[in-house]
């Protein structure tokens, strides 16, 4: 810490750019370019995969298998912590540490619900008979919402560590935009779900 | 020419903490060392899988030898295009890109620093992974493109496909952060003045490849990982008798697969087009259509990959619609092939080794583009594939085009990053005894394969006519690794006693030319203000500016910006130099990931062990992180002071 600031002065200038955009925020878009790739590619195999599962002697019915009403459940409470994302990236615009503090944690508890709630569903498919290897649905149903379920840990991982780091370092500058770069890749988390629960539980 | 250090005088030079020795390698964030470690990893990769090459040559040079088991034949040419696409070709672009793209646009350093060592880590460990395979029961023999469903565990009973899943899994990372780092950087970090439009080529074409990259390696990775769910955890995404789908896989794996060859060779495209117009010196003829060609070389890419699977039979409509697209690519990849060659006409031409490589980019890579277009056509097509008339064309393109564009950006930056010239006379040597020998080993395999002789056989018997061929080819082959040994000769020797070289040893017009050879960790003294797309050119020869700049492409009729082609910040408040610290974080993080990966490829069959090397990983992963977050935020502009 000591050699740094002696050998570097501060800037503003530092966070000019080509673009006006912040750099990092320009890499989590891109980021979520790619990621967009991987899920589409993921929810491609699933409805390659729907009809032949149909067709087939171990033939699993997704209607038969999905829960609408806990899903639905799960959908809401992930919107939901799209909102608090919002709420708690203008608290901390505004520097209302405490409400940010709320919105913040907040949308941690939404995500760890959606994570607990997932788990339970995984866990009552698995006792009805649904696993990676009883049927395509079974193979595609659960690496496609085991992945986004994934993301959605790592979300909460990435939120945390946003709180912690606002809470050692309170008067960094940079918090707002660590703030909204972690909600930048919540809300596309949240986006993928709505795909998923859309195409996947829904039709 | 010392620019940088004529200014210096007036701005605080910061005083740079490199550590000493090797551990200033291992914690290194500077771009430049990076695009150095980039440069030399995967150079020893590619020698290794030319090696490989060699083997199967030595294999092939007589009917029926028994030099080599099927086996190993097959793990050999499994290695050998995994080897030469994710570890060779690929990083050596990158590491030209790293060293250079931030000096061309004007740019202290990437725009994330950090995140580019945990490219430069991963990018080694994962090929350092696929290597161990060697050595724990076999390397992966299913050929670089992995079909299912040989790939399956009862086929692939050894964990060599496994180490091929993850070894391309760390790669890929490594590529998609960089592509990503790329992608800000160029787009983000340009010195003031520089456009999009007045950036080197050799940038645009970094800008495009990160942008294919993006979006093709994702696809790949869903594939890999369903394929590692098919052989460990019981899934049947490509188990044809469970209702698997076998051509799933080749779609997915094309469509990243083709991208990916224009990820390859777009990158020399670039390198082409800063050494013919330095080396012609005239500026680069037609610069839009050099660039935006491309851009729609790029995009065509995402729409062509099913030309590789026309022997599958997805019947004449899709046949169809791949083979026109296919066609259409030829049109920009023409059209920058005529830019190179007027660019070369008139010129006063300074036939350096650079030069000689550039010019039998064009004339080779012409050669494999053609056989490409008629490749595109799926009748022809179904009569040469899997045949080595394939083998041929796409040497053709990657090795006569993409190896002999890297050599050119070689031999034509090496003063630059090392302050040594290369022996000029050696060069062109190794050039024409590589370009001899190179057509030697391919071009008989045009006549090889359309005599009917199959890719990826280990032998073949003597009375099929292939004889005659496969000795020249084999013969070839070996002259090719003597041109290889020339070159090795070359750097080491030069890198001892070769001249000294000045910051500007060819007349370069790009910024990269303006500081010291090789350049200080800073780059840029005081940022470069950009006036045209030949900033150099223009402030060399103020009395060609007219001339050099076109027809008011940069603005050249306003008369404050006739004075100089670029000039340095003057304004009071000079900007000072902020640098990333070195930090062992994205090493630490890497190992993690690395310990992971070993983790995940033995978790089915040893699971206890298994399981708690995966959480070892991530402890260590968890560790590289945190105390990455905490320099970063030592080191943020708003927190030193």
New interface residues.
């Given amino acids: 810490?000591s050699?740094?600031?002696?050998?570097?002065?501060?800037?503003a200038?530092?966070?000019h750019?080509?673009?006006g955009?912040d750099?990092?925020k320009?890499?989590v878009w891109?980021?979520i370019?790619?990621?967009t790739?991987?899920f589409a590619?993921?929810i491609t195999?699933y409805f390659?995969?729907a009809p032949?599962?149909r067709a087939?002697p171990d033939f699993q019915d997704p209607r038969k298998f999905l829960d609408i009403e806990l899903t639905t459940v799960l959908a809401s409470i992930l919107l939901a912590s799209s909102l608090t994302m919002v709420l708690a990236l203008s608290a901390s615009r505004r520097g209302d540490r405490r409400s940010f503090t709320t919105w913040l944690l907040a949308t941690v508890g939404l995500g760890l619900a959606f994570i607990g709630g997932q788990v339970y569903e995984f866990n009552h498919l698995y006792h009805e008979g649904l696993?990676?290897?009883s049927s395509?649905f079974g193979?595609?149903f659960f690496?496609l919402t085991g992945?986004h379920g994934a993301h959605v840990a790592v979300g909460v991982i990435w939120l945390l560590?946003v709180f912690f780091?606002v809470r050692a370092?309170p008067d960094?500058?940079?918090n707002a935009m660590d703030v909204e770069i972690a909600g930048l890749y919540w809300h596309f988390v949240d986006l993928v779900w709505v795909a998923i629960f859309v195409l996947v539980y829904l039709i | 020419m010392a620019i940088a250090e004529r200014t210096a005088g007036t701005v605080s030079i910061p005083v740079v903490n490199v550590r000493p020795g090797w551990a200033g390698w291992l914690s290194t964030t500077d771009h430049k060392r990076i695009g150095i470690m980039y440069l030399v990893s995967a150079f020893v990769f590619f020698l290794i899988g030319g090696i490989e090459a060699l083997l199967m040559r030595i294999q092939l040079g007589v009917p029926d030898n028994t030099f080599l088991t099927p086996d190993v034949y097959n793990q050999l040419f499994t290695m050998h295009g995994t080897t030469m696409i994710f570890l060779g070709l690929m990083p050596l672009n990158v590491g030209l890109g790293n060293y250079l793209v931030p000096l061309m646009i004007g740019a202290r350093d990437m725009a994330f620093p950090r995140l580019n060592a945990l490219s430069i880590w991963l990018f080694i460990f994962g090929g350092l992974m696929l290597y161990v395979s060697f050595f724990v029961g076999g390397a992966p023999n299913v050929g670089w493109f992995a079909y299912a469903p040989l790939t399956q565990k009862q086929y692939s009973p050894t964990a060599g496909v496994d180490y091929w899943i993850i070894g391309i899994g760390l790669t890929g990372v490594a590529s998609i952060a960089g592509a990503l780092n790329f992608i800000v950087t160029i787009l983000n970090m340009r010195a003031p003045g520089m456009t999009l439009n007045r950036m080197p080529l050799f940038v645009w074409m970094q800008l495009v490849v990160a942008f294919i990259l993006i979006f093709a390696f994702p696809v790949l990775t869903v594939a890999t990982i369903q394929l590692l769910f098919d052989r460990h955890f019981g899934t049947r995404f490509f188990l044809p008798n469970l209702g698997g789908d076998v051509v799933l896989w080749q779609h997915l794996f094309w469509f990243f697969g083709h991208p990916e060859v224009y990820i390859l060779i777009l990158p020399t495209m670039g390198i082409i087009s800063e050494v013919l117009p330095t080396f012609s010196r005239k500026p680069i003829f037609g610069y839009a259509f050099v660039a935006y060609s491309g851009v729609a070389i790029g995009f065509l890419g995402f729409l062509v990959w099913a030309h590789h699977m026309f022997a599958v039979g997805l019947g004449p409509l899709a046949n169809a619609f791949f083979g026109a697209a296919s066609f259409l690519v030829a049109v920009p990849t023409g059209v920058k092939i005529f830019n190179w060659l007027a660019t070369m006409w008139q010129g006063s031409l300074n036939l350096t080794t650079a030069m000689h490589y550039a010019i039998g980019f064009i004339s080779m890579f012409i050669i494999g583009g053609i056989s490409g277009v008629t490749l595109a056509s799926p009748p022809i097509n179904v009569q040469q594939t899997d045949s080595y008339y394939v083998v041929a064309h796409m040497h053709y393109v990657l090795f006569g085009g993409a190896i002999q564009g890297i050599f050119a950006g070689i031999f034509y930056w090496f003063p630059k990053m090392t302050g040594r010239m290369l022996d000029e006379r050696l060069g062109k040597w190794q050039f024409w005894l590589m370009l001899i020998s190179f057509n030697l080993t391919f071009f008989p395999m045009h006549l090889s394969g359309n005599a009917g002789m199959p890719r990826r056989i280990y032998t073949y018997e003597a009375d099929m006519g292939w004889n005659l061929w496969n000795l020249i080819s084999t013969t070839g082959s070996l002259l090719l690794a003597v041109a290889f040994l020339l070159f090795l000769w070359n750097v080491v020797t030069s890198i001892r006693r070769g001249p000294i070289a000045p910051a500007d040893p060819w007349d370069g017009a790009t910024l990269e030319w303006a500081v010291s050879s090789p350049p200080p960790v800073y780059n840029f003294a005081v940022t470069p203000r950009v006036r045209s797309r030949r900033p150099l050119w223009d402030q060399k020869y103020p009395h060609l500016r007219e001339i050099n700049s076109g027809h008011g492409m940069s603005g050249a009729h306003n008369e404050s910006e006739k004075r100089d082609g670029f000039e340095h910040e003057t304004s009071p408040a000079m900007e000072p130099i902020h640098l990333p610290s070195p930090t062992y974080a994205p090493l630490i993080v890497s190992v993690g990931i690395m310990i992971l990966g070993f983790g995940i490829i033995y978790l089915s069959d040893f699971g206890l062990i298994a399981a708690s090397a995966m959480i070892v990983g991530l402890l260590i992963m968890a560790f590289g992180i945190l105390s990455w977050v905490r320099i970063s935020h030592v080191d943020s502009p708003h927190h030193a002071h």
């Fill in positions: 810490m050699e740094s600031s002696m050998t570097r002065p501060p800037t200038a530092a966070h750019t080509s673009l955009v750099n990092r320009l890499g891109t980021f370019g790619s990621e790739m991987f590619t993921l195999t390659v995969f032949v599962n087939r696993t990676l290897s395509l193979t595609t690496v992945f560590s780091k370092y960094s500058p940079e």
